[in-house]
């Protein structure tokens, strides 16, 4: 037995499929008994009314409950039931009398007793006094003495338009228009102000006098009548802004406190003074649904319940303080009180289904004593062996238990399998492409299979591939798969960006609900074929950027490697292949040399070699590894192509540069336009015309650059994403060579990954550079710090650096100290394969002088001591027109000091380039002195 929970004294549940609200319930001595003992009266919106009785008696198991005999009347009205009330609506009695509201009509009612021989034999009539068609539709009514009449009520109807008709008991007064009512709400009358208090449409709590309402008539007509459709504009007396909707109105007179009005809101409530100051207000942790003021036994106090709609509980508050709290069965949408014959201050609640409920709270007091339990004396040698085979059987299930469940063995609900297509689709579904090309745009279709252990029913499934890579469809609900019939999807896969993508891997995952209920995620990964974005072309002898990788096998021929890239290449002599990306991309050249074990790689552009590189190593790597000796492998033993990685470091950072000053700009812009608007507004609303003083023309000029800058800001967004693709490309293509370079393991790539990441985020806050700059600091003062005291961890905080100078500096420094052999992963012995080639070369190799250093807080470099490491052939300078022609097996020693690896100089401070930086993006939006050439309209 909980404390805090309503005490069930009686409850029933009123009709089948009926629905009620607030104003359905009503508690008054309406049958006008001399032991003045309340009745409860409720009415449905499907016309039934219905009065109880509750007569429990008390038993041994609790209270007897519902009984047929506590029904006094049911009855079917032939109009929806909105609101019931009870008070002294008939002229020359004080009897009370039920006034029931339609949505047409207001009709009241008395109820009558008709005496038998025995108790069984009295049975109840309802009888109609009077009643009042309404010419609009109503929503709710209260009554009272209007005017300061005695010993009698009136009636005040609103009606959905905010209209209010005034009925003086069997005739019919007069009908007013409340000013600026969109939506009708809670209204109350008040006897010693003679006042009507509602909350508006604007959500501000309203008082109107009832003398000012009833002499507002239109002079042009002396009758009053409810078809009026002008009348003289009310005045509220006074008004107090809410700012939320009112859920219900109250007006309280009790001897023990002031008059005050209470106010219940979604999320508070009020207290007021009769004259519209705040007594008080309590902010509500839940949705309340419905409340009642009542009296309080401490002076100058008020005592409210309120229901909850989510705990289903009555919460008691002595004015901002609860005192109790009580849990329902149901969520109450009225409460009053009642007294009955054996209980007084009885809780009547009503739900919105018909549960009706009259409860008390507290409990009842316990009556049953338990037993004195039977003392016994201890027997310690018997607690002494059931512990030990206690103890035993523990150890032993322990061993056999498993502590953690093996989710390896454990086989999913559903599996994704997909699977690409080895030719083209025959009819391209390439569409939205934002480039133009010579030949046709291709597709390619994947195959994707949904396999299901159980039956399982709407699953959603998604496509997810990067820019400049699109699906035909993005996403689609599968609505069964079952075990014996599993379901194949087609997605076609295209090219629609003029960039170039730096992973072909596109997914396709599944969300569904497993068979316990769980949400859960399939993903199924695929690479598409590179063929997609490149095409067979003739091959270009000369090209900015030259990459050669040596082989451990004599070169293979490259059209048994590249058979699908072939196009007018084939019958060649399998030595050189050209390859261009769709849109007039760049061309990307691949040559096998004829005497020694190398392959070379030439392009326009440093980034579009990547996917060749994959490609090319991919192939060779499936060539030569198809028995079980699997002894291929690739080196790289030039010069690491810093300087062409900084550009586009460079490039990029200055994009997200670019940005940050753009909408720095579009802010400046923004408050110069609020402000000359406000100006011009208070221009306009001067009684007293002036002049305007070219504030037109500034406004129309700021409006024109703010719709600049915004197509600015489109624009670098758009180059931001190829810059991010880019960079993407060059990223993966550096770590590669870094690994090819320097013989790198497995574990030790996957480092160099993590560390400088291929993943470009188009984050403003946290950017790619911060975040390449924090992780590779962090390695160059654990993993590849020489000493414990170049081990000093402490982190910056990650913000838009001013410059790329340091994140440049320390990638270039991490080359240099795998240069000399260190690892990236603790325990492993040096590195000693670096710059070391298969085969002898014939060149001759200078030993170098290179100083280590370490990176210090402020990012500079410290020199410590010099030791010798062999740099290979230079690679990635731009050639000049004299070595354009230099046959690619040449090599060019190099590389005196570290500056050669892309070493940036110091961070100087160039205020000129600063300045030619912002001029650049100011240049971007038109002078307001040129925008009398190309009028554009405002839009309001």
């Given amino acids: 037995m909980s404390l805090f929970k309503a005490r069930d004294w009686w409850s029933t549940t009123v009709g089948e499929e009926e629905e009620f609200d607030l104003g359905c319930l009503c508690v008054a001595n309406i049958d006008n008994a001399t032991d003045e003992l309340d009745k409860i009266i409720i009415g449905s919106y499907h016309g039934i009314l219905r009065i109880f009785n509750p007569k429990p008696t008390k038993t041994d198991d609790g209270w007897s409950g519902y009984k047929p005999e506590d029904v006094l009347l049911e009855a079917s009205l032939p109009e929806p039931i909105l609101q019931l009330e009870a008070g002294k609506f008939v002229s020359g009695t004080e009897n009370l009398h039920l006034a029931v509201l339609h949505p047409r009509k207001i009709a009241v009612y008395k109820v009558g007793v008709t005496s038998g021989a025995v108790e069984h034999g009295r049975h109840f009539q309802l009888n109609m006094s009077f009643e009042h068609n309404l010419k609009r539709t109503a929503f709710n009514f209260c009554f009272g003495p209007f005017g300061g009449v005695k010993g009698r009520d009136f009636l005040c109807v609103q009606s959905m338009d905010g209209t209010v008709s005034i009925f003086e008991q069997e005739s019919f007064s007069f009908c007013r228009f409340l000013p600026g009512a969109l939506l009708p709400g809670p209204i109350r009358y008040m006897p010693k102000l003679d006042s009507f208090v509602t909350v508006s449409s604007t959500w501000q709590l309203e008082c109107y006098k009832y003398q000012v309402l009833a002499v507002a008539t239109d002079a042009k007509t002396k009758e009053e009548s409810q078809n009026i459709k002008s009348g003289k504009r009310v005045t509220w007396d006074w008004c107090y802004n809410l700012g939320e909707q009112a859920l219900d109105l109250v007006v309280v007179n009790y001897e023990n406190c002031p008059p005050s009005i209470l106010v219940l809101g979604e999320r508070n409530i009020f207290c007021l003074t009769e004259i519209g100051k705040l007594r008080w207000m309590k902010k509500l942790e839940y949705e309340p649904s419905c409340f009642l003021p009542y009296c309080s036994v401490v002076e100058n106090t008020i005592n409210c319940l309120i229901g909850t709609h989510t705990t289903n509980s009555l919460m008691v508050y002595q004015d901002i303080t609860l005192k109790w709290a009580a849990k329902l069965d149901f969520t109450p949408v009225q409460v009053k009180l009642a007294t009955f014959q054996d209980l007084k201050g009885v809780i009547v609640t009503l739900s919105d289904k018909g549960r009706l409920e009259c409860s008390y709270l507290g409990t009842d007091p316990a009556l049953f004593i338990p037993p004195v339990p039977e003392s016994r004396e201890l027997n310690y040698a018997d607690m002494d062996r059931e512990m030990a085979q206690l103890q035993k059987r523990i150890k032993q299930s322990s061993h056999k238990a498993v502590l953690m469940p093996n989710l390896k063995k454990q086989e999913d609900d559903l599996q994704l399998l997909a699977t690409v297509n080895t030719n083209f689709d025959d009819v391209s579904m390439a569409t ?164 020694s074990q190398r392959y070379r790689l030439q392009c326009d552009r440093f980034e579009a070699m990547w996917l060749m590189v994959k490609e090319l190593s991919g192939r060779l790597n499936s060539h030569f590894n198809r028995g079980k000796n699997d002894s291929f492998a690739l080196y790289f033993a030039g010069q690491l192509p810093l300087q062409e990685y900084f550009d586009l470091i460079d490039a990029h950072f200055e994009h997200r540069l670019n940005a940050d000053r753009c909408k720095e700009m579009l802010n400046q812009r923004a408050s110069q336009f609020r402000a000359i608007q406000r100006r011009l507004l208070t221009r306009f609303k001067d009684k007293t015309p002036s002049p305007l003083a070219n504030l037109d023309t500034l406004l129309e000029g700021t409006y024109r650059q703010i719709l600049h800058l915004a197509d600015t800001i489109e624009e670098n967004n758009q180059s931001q994403e190829v810059a991010a693709l880019s960079l993407s490309s060059a990223t993966s293509l550096f770590n590669y060579l870094i690994k090819l370079w320097t013989n790198m393991s497995e574990e030790e790539y996957k480092v160099l990954q993590q560390c400088v990441s291929p993943v470009v985020s188009s984050s403003t806050e946290q950017g790619w550079q911060e975040s390449v700059d924090a992780a590779v600091t962090h390695l160059l003062r654990t993993t590849l710090a020489k000493s414990s005291k170049d081990q000093t961890l402490n982190p910056q905080p990650l913000h838009i650096p001013e410059d790329t100078t340091k994140v440049k500096k320390h990638l270039a420094l991490m080359c240099d100290k795998l240069g000399k052999g260190a690892r990236l992963v603790e325990g492993l012995p040096t590195n000693s394969m670096v710059n070391m080639n298969p085969t002898p070369r014939k060149e001759k190799k200078d030993k170098i002088s290179a100083t280590s250093k370490t990176v210090m807080e402020n990012g500079h470099i410290d020199n410590s001591d010099d030791t010798e490491t062999l740099i290979g052939s230079q690679f990635g300078q731009h050639k000049s027109k004299r070595n354009k022609d230099q046959d690619y097996g040449s090599d060019i020693n190099g590389l005196s000091d570290l500056s050669m690896l892309g070493l940036p100089a110091e961070n100087v401070d160039d205020g000129m380039t600063e300045k030619r930086k912002k001029k650049h993006i100011e240049a971007m939006v038109p002078d307001l002195d040129d925008m009398d050439d190309e009028p554009v309209a405002l839009e309001s």
């Fill in 432 to 595: 939205e492409v934002e480039f133009e090309d010579p030949d046709p745009v291709p597709s390619i279709t994947v195959r994707v299979q949904v396999k299901a252990r159980l039956t399982i029913e709407h699953i959603n499934m998604h496509v997810h591939a990067c820019w400049p890579l699109k699906s035909n469809v993005s996403s689609f609900e599968i609505s069964s798969v079952d075990p014996s019939n599993p379901s194949e999807q087609f997605v076609s896969f295209f090219i629609v960006g003029k960039a170039m993508p730096a992973d072909m891997t596109v997914s396709v995952s599944a969300n569904y609900m497993s068979a316990s209920g769980a949400p859960r995620v399939a993903t199924a990964r695929v690479k598409l074929p590179v063929k997609l974005v490149i095409k067979p072309v003739a091959p270009v002898k000369n090209a900015e950027f030259k990459l050669t990788l040596d082989s451990n096998k004599p070169p293979a021929n490259l059209n048994e490697l590249f058979p699908d890239l072939l196009g007018e290449n084939a019958g060649g002599q399998g030595a050189a292949l050209g390859f261009q990306y769709y849109g007039n991309g760049p061309i990307v050249t691949v040559l096998a040399s004829k005497t």
